[in-house]
């Protein structure tokens, strides 16, 4: 049982550059939700999504777009990357309802930097 | 437009204080707040408080939610320099757009020296 995985890890691109951030999850979970992290500033939703299929636009959408094709997996893409992006990029998945149903299980991160 | 508010942003104690960390909240439809903890990498669930007045606790760490008040503390006992870490309150909204939807607050850092 592997939780929630990120890849990749870390990444350099350039300006303009495109790039694809995969989170995948094994629990089972309906929700899944990306995130970015930057000083300061804590957790800010940038996707989420409800179910396979199903997208929608969290605070800071601008600049991001994903998808959700088959339910253990949320892939976010930057279709033309800037230094504004540069961040580090959490993934997080929970369940629909039951009991803690919105404790949000949380990936190792990706740290990206736009140059 | 949900928004959290965590204080002090930083906080530096010795081995054995005791420390107090806030986070106060503005929500439509309150449901529920939630306690993480950051180390290096991916933040861990603390506690998730629903109502107003129970003490969650756990070990030396505990925490309460004012519902009225709309904030919520952080207690930790005899700190130790393994508690040295960014410290993460989210509360989520309930209905339409919102459920299941966590809005953070910038986190508290707090270092404990030995």
């Known amino acids: 049982n592997a939780g929630v995985t990120q890849t990749p890890k870390f990444r350099v691109l350039k300006t303009g550059q495109s790039m694809t951030l995969l989170c995948a999850q094994d629990?089972?979970?309906?929700?899944m939700y990306w995130y970015r992290q930057d000083p300061g500033m804590g957790l800010r939703l940038i996707h989420y999504?409800?179910?396979?299929?199903?997208?929608a636009k969290g605070e800071v959408p601008d600049g991001y777009n994903v998808s959700r094709l088959k339910k253990q997996n949320f892939l976010l893409g930057l279709e033309s990357a800037a230094p504004s992006q540069t961040s580090v990029y959490f993934c997080a998945s929970s369940r629909s309802s039951g009991r803690a149903y919105n404790e949000q299980f949380f990936g190792p991160g990706t740290r990206l930097t736009v140059l | 437009e949900d928004k959290v508010v965590q204080s002090p942003l930083s906080l530096v104690v010795h081995e054995g204080d005791t420390v107090t960390l806030n986070c106060s909240y503005e929500?439509?439809?309150?449901?529920?707040l939630l306690w993480y903890k950051q180390e290096k990498k991916a933040p861990t669930f603390l506690f998730m408080l629903t109502s107003s007045g129970i003490e969650k606790k756990s070990g030396r760490l505990s925490s309460i939610l004012d519902k009225k008040e709309l904030f919520s503390i952080l207690n930790i006992t005899a700190t130790q320099t393994g508690d040295s870490a960014v410290y993460l309150c989210?509360?989520?909204?309930?209905?339409?757009?919102?459920?299941?939807?966590?809005?953070f607050g910038q986190g508290t850092i707090l270092t404990v020296h030995p």
């Open positions: 629990m089972n979970h309906e929700y």
């Open positions: 989210a509360v989520e909204g309930a209905g339409g757009t919102s459920y299941g939807k966590l809005t």
């Open positions: 999504s409800v179910g396979e299929g199903t997208t």
């Open positions: 929500v439509t439809n309150f449901r529920s």
